[in-house]
Protein backbone atom coordinates (compact mmCIF):
# COMPACT_ATOMS: atom_id res chain seq x y z
CA UNK A 1 0.00 0.00 0.00
CA UNK A 2 1.65 3.44 -1.12
CA UNK A 3 2.17 6.21 1.53
CA UNK A 4 -0.15 9.52 0.37
CA UNK A 5 1.89 11.80 2.27
CA UNK A 6 3.73 14.30 0.93
CA UNK A 7 6.98 14.89 1.09
CA UNK A 8 6.87 17.85 3.51
CA UNK A 9 5.23 15.44 5.92
CA UNK A 10 8.36 12.66 5.19
CA UNK A 11 10.59 15.58 6.04
CA UNK A 12 8.76 16.51 9.17
CA UNK A 13 8.94 12.64 10.66
CA UNK A 14 12.77 12.69 9.84
CA UNK A 15 13.45 15.65 11.44
CA UNK A 16 11.38 14.69 14.49
CA UNK A 17 12.82 11.42 14.58
CA UNK A 18 16.19 12.82 14.43
CA UNK A 19 15.69 15.30 17.32
CA UNK A 20 14.37 11.92 19.51
CA UNK A 21 17.24 9.60 18.17
CA UNK A 22 19.78 12.66 19.67
CA UNK A 23 18.07 13.03 22.83
CA UNK A 24 16.71 9.48 23.77
CA UNK A 25 20.66 8.15 24.27
CA UNK A 26 20.65 10.60 27.04
CA UNK A 27 17.94 8.87 29.07
CA UNK A 28 15.23 11.39 28.80
CA UNK A 29 11.95 9.91 28.71
CA UNK A 30 9.65 9.92 25.33
CA UNK A 31 7.02 12.36 27.12
CA UNK A 32 10.51 15.20 28.65
CA UNK A 33 11.82 14.55 24.71
CA UNK A 34 8.72 15.91 23.40
CA UNK A 35 7.89 18.47 26.08
CA UNK A 36 11.14 19.94 25.74
CA UNK A 37 12.59 19.67 22.02
CA UNK A 38 9.48 18.52 19.99
CA UNK A 39 6.58 20.31 20.71
CA UNK A 40 8.13 23.86 20.63
CA UNK A 41 9.29 23.39 17.07
CA UNK A 42 6.62 21.85 15.84
CA UNK A 43 3.24 22.30 17.74
CA UNK A 44 2.72 18.54 17.62
CA UNK A 45 0.10 16.86 20.52
CA UNK A 46 2.04 14.28 22.74
CA UNK A 47 -0.51 11.53 20.59
CA UNK A 48 0.62 12.56 16.97
CA UNK A 49 3.91 12.76 17.88
CA UNK A 50 3.68 8.88 19.10
CA UNK A 51 2.05 8.71 16.01
CA UNK A 52 4.76 9.70 13.77
CA UNK A 53 7.26 7.79 15.90
CA UNK A 54 5.04 4.95 14.78
CA UNK A 55 5.20 6.25 10.96
CA UNK A 56 8.80 5.54 10.49
CA UNK A 57 8.15 1.93 10.01
CA UNK A 58 6.95 3.28 6.72
CA UNK A 59 9.09 5.12 5.32
CA UNK A 60 11.74 3.02 3.48
CA UNK A 61 13.93 5.70 2.19
CA UNK A 62 14.77 8.74 3.59
CA UNK A 63 14.46 12.23 2.88
CA UNK A 64 16.65 14.81 1.86
CA UNK A 65 16.61 18.67 1.15
CA UNK A 66 17.35 17.53 -2.82
CA UNK A 67 14.47 15.46 -3.09
CA UNK A 68 12.26 18.52 -2.15
CA UNK A 69 10.91 20.24 -5.69
CA UNK A 70 11.84 23.57 -5.78
CA UNK A 71 10.17 26.46 -7.84
CA UNK A 72 12.56 26.24 -10.48
CA UNK A 73 11.96 22.68 -11.60
CA UNK A 74 8.73 23.77 -12.93
CA UNK A 75 9.87 27.00 -14.36
CA UNK A 76 10.14 25.18 -18.57
CA UNK A 77 7.32 23.15 -18.31
CA UNK A 78 5.28 24.95 -20.57
CA UNK A 79 8.09 26.86 -22.57
CA UNK A 80 6.33 29.00 -25.01
CA UNK A 81 7.47 28.77 -28.78
CA UNK A 82 11.18 30.38 -29.26
CA UNK A 83 11.41 33.04 -32.26
CA UNK A 84 12.59 31.04 -35.33
CA UNK A 85 14.22 32.64 -38.73
CA UNK A 86 12.24 31.63 -41.28
Known amino acids: MADKRGMSYRKRV ?3 NRIYDRYARSGLSN ?3 WRRYIYPAYWISERTFYNIMNATAGLETPVVASDMPSLFDFADEN ?6 DE
Do not use: S
Open 14 to 16: EDI
Open 31 to 33: REI
Open 79 to 84: PEKEDT
